[in-house]
């Protein structure tokens, strides 16, 4: 029912009239019918609160069966539907239901600035109460592993930047907005693998013009992730607004209702527009599953849409439909159009009618290039029967760039193909062109010049050489072809102009090199600056001027001669180029005429010009390619004078050589071909997005480019580490192969620039200098490198295992960085590795796994006793990181269970001790993981420090009685009595609310049953059940071989330690009533029933109600607790001056908790549900009864967490109970990151602990002492 605007004045006074009139006004009585009143009022409360610098309200709600309601409050913007459900599915929340609303127009504004999907430039400043505004309900599951207040707080950060774009309103920010929604969609399908279904399911649209002013579309369909973003995503490009969405998924089929209008606002009739519509959404639907192929998907969505868009205006469309339903073919355009702007440009966009019939063969099992072995003749029938030069040269590039395109079409979308069989194909295409484009040439000179001829009217010839990629057979993507012509003599042509054998091959080389053309700078470019004397020497080169040039007394630099390794001839004459090679292997292998000292002098330069401060060049920077490709080339002239098989253009041939001449080990080698696999992909995946051979600079790590060029390169989502993640650990493993391969061959000085190194160099490496280590290593927050060093060299270990440990230091690095205390980390790291039969298997589970290493140097840094825990129980790591051990909290039953089938097992009293000590310790280790990793709420621990405690109390107990049947004659009697025997727990056991390292506070009781004892059954129990709870504490603190189980402390009971170890339950409750001073009336707040007959307890506990709710004088009370206090504070401060106690210090826990129990003496007989035994549920009785005022509750309450979270990070730490901070300035900041975070730190974490003592302590003096 719609409610009146005095009920929501009413129900939210704090909302403004206006935007209550608004809301009833501007929505339909369907939102009314929808939502009860009081959900309306959080709707108002909500959307009162968004502005344009907060432009978005998140409420969310758990329900107890999983699922999730999810309500998104904001104001109207273009595409923000699509946006709202891409956020949701890409944070991994399933949509299962849902309605959505939006303001209606204000009828005083154009419609241009108000349509919900139309864009304008600039958003004009107008009355926030006028704009509209929307309500976007979603019911769903979260299908995430996260921890639920961790996934809430990323969702609402999520909505908060994404929307925030939308409200700047620029293109530019919209675009934006667009982008970074799209790549969480596009890493969710990834990671579910979406990509790789091979069914689509159909999907069904009906339009409806007859039911309302609005089109409506129904449509039925299977339930797919992510499916109302990619549908309504696929509206949104088609420039269609969005006014109400009704979400219903039945047994797993979507059946939603969607209403829109045109960018006018009005319905859409056409039925031309309509059947366009229906196909473009439903083709650009399904091809949002295979965005995840694409390297840039947000790119490949849109020219997906641009190519739809012209092949839906074709007059025969079918056959292309047809080929665009394809699932393989739609993963195929995915990586192509999502590739090369190059590509798309030059090709893809201008030919597309061309390149869709071919990818039909292609999903067939073909390749789009032909053989290599034809590409000869085939490019000369292309030429055949052309004279003119013109034609000649068009012609040829015309199949070059075809070729190019084809090559790399097979290239993109054959992934799996080793880049040597790119390689092959290109270098084959380039011999033959070049050889062609030289024929052709040769053959227009020839006609106007004669023949070149010598002193003795032979025929001059000519070679043509390849240096470089080009000479090592391994041409990448946009590879300059690097040629050298060399000419056999000297003399001149015999036609009728004469010239000068110097000068025809010199205008030889220039029209060759001018007959090929480059589409783009850098791709296919021919490179001459190798020849003698660079660009002031002749073209061509005559073979004496090679001879004199090269030769021990030439003039040619020592990175020349070194070319030389990589020369191969490609054409030309035979003879002559066979020639050229022979000469080539005397003067570089045989003579060994290197410089080393001027090839470091030319590196240097050649880094200092190519290279940039802050940014890795995959070519250039220390360990880039040139690094790699030089120092085997060095190897090569140094030992290819002994080993014929090193005299190689091909660098793999020359890996293999160096192996087997024992220069390189078996090891080495493997990664030096994987160093060098790696780096061609790279650079190649480089070029191929920015269609440029010169940048080859890696974008920055966290940019959407480092993502595309990661998926370009097809590392794969959904596993452990995303695209990302992986190929920057390729990235910086290869690299710091190749420094510590240079290194150990040459010296730390062959390396350019100022020393450099990540920790892989260390791991790799055995000669970092120490200052280099000493950066390295406090740059990653340690404060004692030399320590660390050692550490990371011992879990390094061997050569076999150290290319995977470095892998892993780079992931582990990056973790250690945002850890607390990163040397204890690395430290017990060592430990624990020491402690495992197979350290590298461990490393291979952590690089496959992450999250498991994440959670293991958490645990390490957070507590050096889980770390112990660990190094002794090694395989505790395996079980704590089960998902549902780590993500669930453990009722008391089960673990009670667990524990009775552990004591069955035990056939001793010191093994049973032994096995309940370690699960003990496995469970804090549960328990630990999950508040140190999950960060679970601190009333979680509590609670779960607590179970753990009764489990144990628990079946110790029944392990005692036990043992009492077996040594007793009548098992009947014991069994009789333990019927009448309770355990209640005092202090923080009681309120459920333990510390990990607190005392348990203890009292046995028992009733007195009806037994033939006669008048010696009073002292028999007694004595009987004293000796059961000196068995209980023995069992529990005992120290044995696996320590102890818990400090068990029996004071609290009656007369203390003067008094009977187990009163009966008659004589307890006399003595609360006659008896009991005031502070022990205080201590039985909190005393609950934890072990044995729990209804004994209960008894007792409703006898003693009456007490605990007698009236007492308010500064008695007062005076009992002020006593206490001022005692507490007093030798607090004579022990910890000037150190902060958390616990009773001033301002402390105990101010909360005895101002809590002071109020609960004070106003429980007015207020008897006050008696709550946990301080937060007695803080909120309070504030419900109005004796604290909400806020200074609340601000109480959220005090007692943060001081809570501090102790338990003070006693997790040693397992000690401990409740002063840390005097030490290193421990301090250690304790503030593992308090506030990563970011946390010395300063602020005090500024905010006096804030909170400062908040404590007035909230006491306040409500407590001064109050009246």
């Known amino acids: 029912m ?12 704090e909302v403004d009239q206006r935007l209550l009139n608004a809301h009833l006004s501007r929505l339909s009585n369907r939102y009314f019918d929808r939502f009860a009143t009081h959900q309306v009022c959080e709707h108002m409360k909500g959307l009162s609160r968004i502005s344009t610098e907060h432009p978005v309200e998140v409420l969310l709600d758990a329900k107890g069966d999983g699922n999730v309601n999810c309500t998104v409050l904001a104001f ?51 009355d926030p109460l006028k704009r509209r505004r929307i309500i976007d309900f979603f019911s769903g599951q979260l299908e995430t592993s996260r921890a639920p207040e961790t996934w809430s707080d990323d969702l609402k950060k999520n909505m908060e930047d994404v929307i925030s774009l939308l409200e700047r309103g620029d293109s530019e920010s919209v675009t934006d907005a667009k982008h970074r929604v799209n790549e969480m969609v596009v890493k969710r399908l990834a990671d579910l693998h979406m990509d790789s279904h091979p069914v689509l399911f159909p999907v069904q649209i009906e339009f409806d013009n007859e039911s309302g002013p609005y089109t409506r579309l129904k449509i039925v369909s299977e339930d797919t992730p992510a499916f109302l973003y990619t549908l309504t995503n696929a509206l949104s490009l088609q420039g269609i607004s969005i006014e109400h969405v009704s979400i219903r998924t039945i047994h797993g089929r979507v059946e939603d209702e969607i209403e829109v209008v045109d960018v006018r606002g009005k319905k859409i009739e056409d039925p031309n527009v309509l059947s366009r519509v229906k196909l473009s959404v439903l083709l650009t639907k399904q091809f949002t599953y295979f965005l995840g192929k694409a390297p840039d998907p947000y790119v490949a969505l849109h020219r997906f849409e641009q190519l739809v868009g012209d092949v839906l205006r074709l007059p025969e469309r079918g056959q292309w439909m047809d080929l665009l339903s394809n699932p393989h073919a739609l993963q195929d355009l995915a990586r192509l159009l999502g590739t090369s702007d190059f590509l798309w440009e030059d090709f893809i966009r201008l030919q597309y009618e061309t390149l869709l019939p071919m990818l039909k063969p292609f999903l067939e099992g073909h390749r789009f290039s032909e053989p290599v072995d034809q590409l000869s003749q085939r490019l000369r029938n292309a030429i055949k029967g052309i004279n003119k030069l013109e034609e000649q040269r068009r012609r040829l590039n015309e199949f070059k760039d075809r070729e190019i395109f084809l090559i790399d079409l097979d290239h993109i979308l054959n992934p799996e193909t080793d880049f040597r069989v790119l390689a092959r194909r290109l270098t084959v295409l380039a011999e033959n ?70 000068e025809f091959f010199d205008r030889l080389v220039r029209n060759t090199t001018q007959f090929i053309q480059a589409k783009r700078e850098g ?9 003698p004397y660079g660009n002031n020497g002749p073209l061509a080169c005559s073979l004496e001027n090679f001879c004199r040039y090269y030769g021990p007394e030439g003039s040619a630099h020592s990175y020349e001669r070194l070319a030389l390794v990589r020369l191969r001839a490609i054409g030309g004459d035979k003879n002559l180029a066979a020639r050229v090679e022979r000469i080539r292997d005397q003067m570089i292998y045989a003579s060994r005429n290197i410089n080393l000292k001027e090839l470091r002098e030319l590196r240097n330069k050649q880094f200092k010009e190519k290279t940039e401060a802050g940014k890795l060049n995959a070519k250039f920077s220390p360990g880039g390619l040139v690094d790699l490709e030089y120092a085997v080339q060095v190897l090569q002239v140094m030992y290819g004078k002994d080993v014929p098989q090193l005299r190689t253009p091909r660098i793999h041939e020359a890996l293999t050589a160096l192996t087997v001449a024992g220069v390189l080990s078996p ?11 790696f780096l061609r992909r790279l650079i190649n995946g480089m070029r191929m997005l920015r269609g440029s051979a010169k940048d080859l600079f890696l974008p920055p790590i966290d940019s959407d480019e480092f993502a595309h060029l990661a998926r370009r390169m097809e590392y794969k989502g959904g596993g452990a580490l995303d695209p990302t993640g992986q190929l920057h650990m390729d990235v910086e493993t290869h690299m710091a192969t190749v420094r510590a391969f240079v290194e150990r061959h040459f010296g730390r000085d062959s390396l350019p620039g100022s020393a450099t190194g990540t920790v892989a160099d260390l791991v790799l490496s055995d000669r970092v200098p120490h200052d280099l280590r000493h950066q390295i290593l406090s740059g990653a927050g340690f404060k004692n490198p030399a320590r660390a060093y050692v550490n990371l060299r011992a879990l390094a270990g061997d050569e076999s295992r150290r290319q995977t440990f470095a892998r892993l230091a780079l992931l582990a690095f990056d973790i250690l960085l945002r850890t607390p205390d990163p040397d204890m980390a690395l430290n017990n790291w060592e430990r624990y590795i020491r402690a495992l039969p197979s350290p590298e298997f461990h490393y291979n589970i952590l690089l496959s796994q992450p999250m498991r290493l994440e959670i293991l140097l958490s645990v390490l840094s957070g507590s050096q006793f889980l770390a112990d825990t660990l190094v002794r129980n090694p395989g505790f790591l395996d079980w704590v990181t089960i998902p549902k051990n780590l993500h669930q909290i453990q009722g008391r039953k089960n673990l009670e269970d667990e524990l009775r089938m552990a004591s069955e097992g035990c056939n001793s009293h010191k093994v049973w001790l032994n096995k309940l000590r370690r699960f003990r310790r496995r469970e804090m280790l549960r328990i630990g993981t999950r508040d140190i990793y999950l960060g679970v709420s601190t009333e979680d621990v509590m609670l779960e420090l607590s179970t753990l405690a009764e489990a144990l109390t628990q079946v110790v107990l029944e392990r005692v009685w036990a043992t009492l049947k077996e040594e007793q004659e009548t098992a009947q009697e014991v069994e009789a009595i333990a019927n009448h025997f309770c355990i209640l727990a005092f202090g923080k056991l009681g309120g459920s609310e333990l510390n990990y390292s607190s005392d348990i506070d203890l009292l046995g009781i028992y009733d007195a049953p009806a037994t033939s004892l006669g008048s010696n059954a009073h002292t028999f129990l007694q004595k009987r059940f004293a000796r059961v709870m000196e068995s209980v504490r023995a069992d529990l603190s005992m120290h044995t071989d696996e320590g102890y189980a818990y400090r068990v402390d029996l004071r609290l009971r009656p007369y203390g330690g003067a008094g009977e170890l187990v009163p009966s339950v008659s004589a307890l409750i006399d003595y609360y009533r006659n008896v009991a001073s005031l502070w022990e009336i205080q201590a039985a707040l909190k005393i609950r029933p934890v072990a044995g007959h729990l209804q004994i307890g209960d008894h007792f506990l409703e006898k003693i109600r009456p007490v605990l709710l007698q009236r007492r004088k308010r500064e008695a009370i007062v005076h009992a607790i002020e006593k206490m206090r001022k005692a507490a504070i007093k030798t607090c401060s004579r022990r910890n001056r000037p150190i902060r106690d958390v616990k009773s210090g001033m301002g402390g826990l105990r101010d909360v908790e005895f101002l809590v129990q002071g109020l609960q003496l004070i106003h429980g007989p007015d207020h008897p549900g006050l008696l709550e035994r946990n301080t937060l549920n007695a803080l ?10 909400e806020p200074v509750a609340a601000q109480l309450r959220e005090d007692y967490v943060f001081l809570r979270r501090v102790e338990h990070y003070l006693q997790i730490l040693e397992d000690r109970q401990i409740h002063a901070l840390p005097k030490d300035p290193d421990e301090l900041t250690a304790l503030a990151k593992r308090v506030l975070g990563a970011e946390g730190n010395a300063s602020h974490f005090m500024e905010q602990l006096e804030g909170c003592l400062k908040r404590i302590r007035a909230a006491y003096i306040s409500y407590l002492v001064e109050s009246k």
Do not use: W
Not at 83 to 98: D, E, R, Y
Not at 1180 to 1189: A, S
């Open 2 to 13: 719609k409610p009146t605007l005095d009920m929501l004045k009413a129900a939210c006074p």
């Open 76 to 126: 109207d913007y273009p595409y923000l539907f699509s946006l709202i459900t891409g956020v949701l599915a890409g944070m991994g929340f399933n949509i299962v239901s849902g309605d959505v609303f939006t303001y209606e127009r204000a009828l005083d504004k154009p419609l241009i600035d108000v349509c919900r999907r139309k864009l304008t430039s600039r958003r004009t400043v107008q």
């Open 433 to 502: 062109v070049v050889n062609m484009a030289a024929e052709l040439a040769y053959a227009h000179l020839v006609k106007r010049f004669g023949r070149p001829r010598t002193a003795a009217d032979l025929e001059a010839t000519f070679a043509i050489l390849g240096l470089g990629k080009m000479g090592g057979a391994a041409l990448g993507y946009a590879s300059d072809i690097e040629l050298l012509f060399v000419y056999s003599d000297n003399g001149s042509t015999d036609g009728e102009e004469s010239i000068e054998n110097a």
């Open 523 to 531: 791709i296919f470019n021919v490179d001459l600056r190798l020849r």
């Open 667 to 677: 090891v080495e080698t493997e990664q030096l071909t994987a160093a060098y696999g």
């Open 1180 to 1189: 909120e009785g309070l504030q419900k009864t109005d004796i604290l005022p």
